[in-house]
């Protein structure tokens, strides 16, 4: 199911507390893990469907933070769904149901008293495809979520906005055409704009949805050394139908396949050493 930009400055308007359906435990994670400061994100016993069919099931994932966990597997397995249950996207979806945990630094985000669009605000979204807002200068289009959080200060923008554009690794190429309209961009100039955009809020936790799959290769070398620099800083969730690049750019990657997180390990062991019969089909090229 694809999302885009413009369902994210929704999200982010709504006043209302989410009409996802949510399980009633709503205990935190036991003490030895939420006090475990290796990891970012920790996912329990997670499931999500659509109308009473299912999408994932029973996942559970420790995410270590400042550094990249890649999400592999055929289309349609649950990797874009995993995504927008950590980002409480699924809050936009009919008939929509969560169960089980996500844990961001020790609490869970569908606690009751966890509200959506605060919680959206901490975890920054980077789509398939690069999604400018088409009306927006790229100026503009950097300020946008900071200004949906009541940043007016033009100087306080500025800044944000130069520095967010430094670490997208775009600052040098459009600081002189700020005022330009951020569609007249090259394509991956538009899809490192978006990273910006979503790094000027400070997301604890940075959110990317196959971010170099309609790109070339010159720029796609350049988001993947963009997403290696970022580490440093962020952690870091990516889905990627390109083994190659979940080789590169990631610490850790889950296969998963029929809403199952079949294998979850360091990177060099899921592509040389799985565990699973499935997993090494799956990465050695038998089935896709």
Not at 145 to 172: F, H, P, R, T
Not at 216 to 233: R, S, V
Request: glycine share 6%; with cysteine.
């Amino acid at each position: 199911m694809e999302i885009n930009a413009l369902d994210v400055l929704n999200a982010m308007k709504k006043d209302e507390q989410s009409p996802t359906k949510r399980n009633e435990s709503e205990k935190k994670m036991p003490n030895d893990m939420a006090s475990n400061k290796e990891y970012k994100v920790l996912i329990e016993n997670l499931g999500v469907s659509y109308s009473g069919k299912t999408a994932i099931k029973d996942i559970n994932m420790k995410i270590p933070d400042k550094a990249v966990t890649a999400l592999i597997g055929p289309s349609g397995c649950g990797k874009t769904t995993l995504l927008r249950t950590i980002n409480r996207m699924h809050d936009l979806t009919k008939g929509a149901e969560v169960t089980g945990k996500i844990i961001i630094d020790g609490e869970n985000v569908y606690d009751s008293h966890i509200t959506p669009i605060l919680q959206r605000r901490k975890i920054g979204m980077v789509f398939q495809k690069p999604k400018p807002f088409p009306t927006m200068s790229i100026w503009n289009n950097g300020a946008a979520g900071l200004k949906l959080n009541g940043v007016k200060n033009k100087n306080v923008l500025g800044e944000i906005i130069e520095d967010s554009l430094k670490m997208a690794y775009l600052w040098d190429e459009v600081k002189d055409e700020l005022k330009k309209p951020a569609v007249a961009l090259s394509g991956g100039q538009q899809q490192r704009l978006c990273i910006a955009r979503a790094l000027a809020i400070q997301p604890e936790v940075l959110l990317m949805d196959e971010p170099a799959s309609a790109l070339d290769p010159i720029a796609t070398q350049k988001i993947e050394q963009t997403i290696i620099e970022l580490k440093k800083h962020y952690t870091i969730i990516i889905v990627t139908h390109n083994m190659q690049q979940a080789l590169r750019v990631s610490d850790r990657t889950g296969f998963m396949y029929l809403g199952d997180l079949v294998e979850y390990d360091k990177t060099e062991t899921v592509f040389k050493h799985p565990k699973k019969e499935l997993t090494a089909n799956y990465v050695q090229g038998r089935f896709g």
